[in-house]
């Protein structure tokens, strides 16, 4: 057998048990579809043949035997069955491209299964423990399945998540004001410093030119004269615009403590990082309502359910785990320094 050959009959083996087998799981939940008639209408063949769709309706009654390998044979409904647990997209391409190309490939990875059998491969202790291997896979997919199939939200669980987290929900309309500072000499001798250097403001000009734009921000002045005014490209970068930040997504909790500390037209002041000041204006405070969160919240609820039913199934496991066997890899080495970092952009709220 060629390599393209193999290569083809492994993507086979490999679609029909981690995609075919595991979507089974999921179908044999679902309610089954009404039956089909034994014997479709004329319409219904015409329409079947018109316009192939990924039930592979034919005018074939489903009993009807379509392949055989040796002493094996399958019916219409065998193949019909087989192609509904692969992908919709692989569903999808067997109705544009037709069916024999997969009925080719089908047949070859039944041949090969036969083969092994006749020469006992099925039996040996490779094979024995890969097959383990599947069975285990399988049968976690299948407990895990059941487990989120038990995670029930209910609208009371939302309900109560909501008010219990509701300023979680706090939304506000901010802008950012970002000076850069320079940065002191690390090497400078501390009994006589020497000045800052690189790019920025030196640091007394920084804190001037904060306090000055607090100020005018405070004071109502449009914003487009603000930025002209206090124009110094790279150095100075304050926010046309005004973005929506929602409670908790801040990257730096100092920051958003600042923020949301604010009324509408407020200032904050200036919050000093390694070579910048930051500070915020909020101009407007919202609150999302129940309807525009509770998905997320339903799914928060349900992945907390699972949590919670993988932890008892932990506990009750009695699991025990070397730690030095399975202890992290050592951390590498430190390698020689590759010098000063650049600056950091602007900090994003």
Known sequence: MDQTCSRRTRRLLIALLLSGLVSSVARAQAPKPP??????????????NQSPGLAFETPE?????????GDQQFTKADMDSLVGTLPLQTQRALAARGMKDFGEQYAQAIMLSQQ?????????????????LQRLVLEAQAANEEIVQQAKVTPEDVQQYYTAHAPDYDEIMVRQIFIRVKAADPKADPAHPAPPTGP?????????????????????????????????PGDVIIDAEARKVRRGTMRNPEMEKAA????????????????????FQVTAHSHLDLKDVSADIEKTLKQDKINAAMADLKKSANLWMDEQYFAPPPKPKEGPSLGAPTPNAPPKP
């Open 35 to 48: 039956a089909a008639s034994a014997t479709p209408s004329a319409s219904q063949a015409q329409g079947a």
């Open 61 to 69: 009654l489903p009993d009807k035997v379509v392949l055989k390998v």
């Open 116 to 132: 092994a059998r006749l020469h006992h491969l099925d039996q040996t202790p490779e094979f024995a423990r890969k097959l383990a």
């Open 200 to 232: 920025g403001l030196a640091p007394e000009e920084a804190k001037a030119r904060a306090e000055a734009i607090r100020k005018e921000l405070l004071a109502g002045t449009d914003i487009k004269k603000v930025m002209d005014d206090f124009k110094a």
């Open 260 to 279: 949301f500390g604010l009324k509408d037209g407020e200032v904050s002041e200036p919050v000093p990082f390694p070579q910048a000041l930051v500070f």
